[in-house]
Structure formats: C-alpha cells, structure tokens
C-alpha cells in the first residue's frame, strides 16, 4: 500500500497523546510535515504555521488538524484550497455553519473531509448498538463528569467563545448518544453552569426526547472527581445496557460483556484512509447540532469564579 504523506497542524495534548502513536504505526499515513506555533515533532518537518507548511510542502496530500476548534476552519479551508484531504478533531468547528461550508468546499474540490468522533471508535459502540437495534427504549441517562484541573490543565480556549466549556467532553457523550440509539433525540431543556469569569459552561444538565418521546437525560459535570464518570444507561424492555469508562467498558444486565480492545485512534486513520480511497468524505454534524442547541434553548446560570 502506498502511504498517504501526511500534515499534523496543532502539536498539543491530543497531537502527542493519540495522533502522533497512532500515525506512527499506520500502514496507511507517513508522517512528513507538522505545523505548530510553538512546538516541534522530531523526524518531521516542522513550520510554524499551516499556511508555511502548505507553501513549502507541495507533495503533501492529507492534513489531520488537532489545534483548538476555534482556528479549524481558517485551517481546514487552506488545506482543501491546497488540494489537500482534511481530517478534523472533535469538534469539527466553532459553529456549524463553517462546517457546511467546508463540506461544499470538500464536494467542489473532489477531497475528503472526515469530521471524526473518537469516542465513537471506542470498542463498546458498535457493540451497544447492534443490540439496541431489537430492543424497545424506555429511558437513556448520560452520565459524563470528570475534574477539569485534571484533564484540561492551563487551556484557556475552552473557556473562550467557541470552545465550548464542559461539552468538550460532553460533546464525546453525543456522539456516542447518535451512534447507538435508534432514533434521533431532541433537545427539549438545558441548563448551563457558567462561572462568572468565563465565557462557556462548567455544567449542563439537559433533557431531550427521542422520535417516540422517550426521556433522554444528559448530566455534564467538570466540578467532579477524583474518579471521572464517563456513563450512559440505556434501559430497554430487556434489561439494562450500561456503556462505562467513555465506551471502554460494556455491561449487559449488569454483566460485563467481551468487547475487545481500546483502538480509537489508530481506528480514525483507518477510517480516514478508506475515504480517501474511496473518494468519500464523513461529516457527522448532530452531535455538535444538539450543543448548539443547548446554547439556544439553556437557561443560564452564574456559578462560583473558576479558579485554575
Ligand atoms: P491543546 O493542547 O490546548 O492545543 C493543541 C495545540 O494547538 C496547542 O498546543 C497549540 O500549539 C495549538 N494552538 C492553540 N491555540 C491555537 C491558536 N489560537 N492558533 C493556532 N494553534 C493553536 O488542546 P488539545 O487538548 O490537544 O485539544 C485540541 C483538540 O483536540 C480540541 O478540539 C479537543 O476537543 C480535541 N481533543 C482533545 C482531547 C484531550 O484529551 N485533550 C481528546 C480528544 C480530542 P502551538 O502553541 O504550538 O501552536
């Protein structure tokens, strides 16, 4: 197989703890270029912006994009002007409109662009909707609380406009949420905790309905620890489905079931790879449509000032 030459924009803590291990065993991707303000990857070229990168590096034919939500679409809209396939982190943007806007830019240009949801490769998804496909749902409950300080030390993006506060992680619950249920949910309630020196929520609480008006409950927390919860509880007329450690874990009528390893990422560049091959892009939206409308539909409340 001839490896895909690869662009990976936004060295960080996503770039180094998942992109860069999984890239580099891929049969698929060879890494050749980075770009990052700040940051340096050894056995690559490195510039210090997308733009330079894409000027100095004409034989590149894919980027993964791994910098804050808030430039993606500056970003990701170089690269398809390039010629080039985009894949995007989790969220594909800071709103939705710019990622329609890179799916007509995608189409136009004949590239792929592949909106991932990592959390969806986790290896209880696919197992947890087979099942729910022949069940009847009576109530799903979301459950996904951690302790900020512990998982997003000194990230100042999260809590500007854009980047989307307690659903970064909660955002990972929705995907997971839209893969696996039958039917699409609506939002119906929101309530978000934003603490008065910032811009974005500690916590929400949210109530949705499926097609068939089913509850669906959503509880998002940062103010939790030291264990993170990260749980969804679907209850059927046959027993109770409980996917646990953001989708690591399954149990079945409280029974754990076997579902093999934890791949997430090297499971996006697979996917990201068979797209190109095919011709394809994947641009999931709803999972970011529901957050959005969280932010429409939310009573707002001021909490306590957040103190890093
Ligand atoms: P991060 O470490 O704070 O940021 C990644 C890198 O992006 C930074 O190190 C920075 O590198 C660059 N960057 C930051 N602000 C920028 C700006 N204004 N313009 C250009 N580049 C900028 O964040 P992260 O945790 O890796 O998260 C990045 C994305 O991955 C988010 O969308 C997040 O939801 C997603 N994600 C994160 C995790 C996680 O566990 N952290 C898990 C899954 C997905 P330079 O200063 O060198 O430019």
Known sequence: MKKISLGLVGIG???RDQHLPAIAVHEGFDLVACASRNAQVEGARNYSTIDAMLAAE????AVSLCAPPQVRFAQARAALKAGLHVMLEKPPGASLNEVEVLRAHALAAGRTLFASWHSRHAPAVEVARAWLASREIRSVDVRWKEDVRRWHPGQAWIWEPGGLGVFDPGI???SIATRIL???IVLTEAALYTPANVQTPIAADLKFVDEDGVPVRAGFDWRHGPREEWEIEVRTDRGTLLIVAGGKHLEIGGVPVEIGPE??????????RQLIERGESDVDVRPLRLV???FMLGRKYEVEPFVE
């Open 13 to 15: 803590k996503i770039a």
């Open 58 to 61: 004409p034989e590149l034919e």
């Open 172 to 174: 990972n619950a929705l």
């Open 182 to 184: 039958p039917r699409e």
């Open 263 to 272: 791949r997430e990422y090297p499971a996006l560049y697979d996917h990201f």
């Open 292 to 294: 959005a409308d969280a």
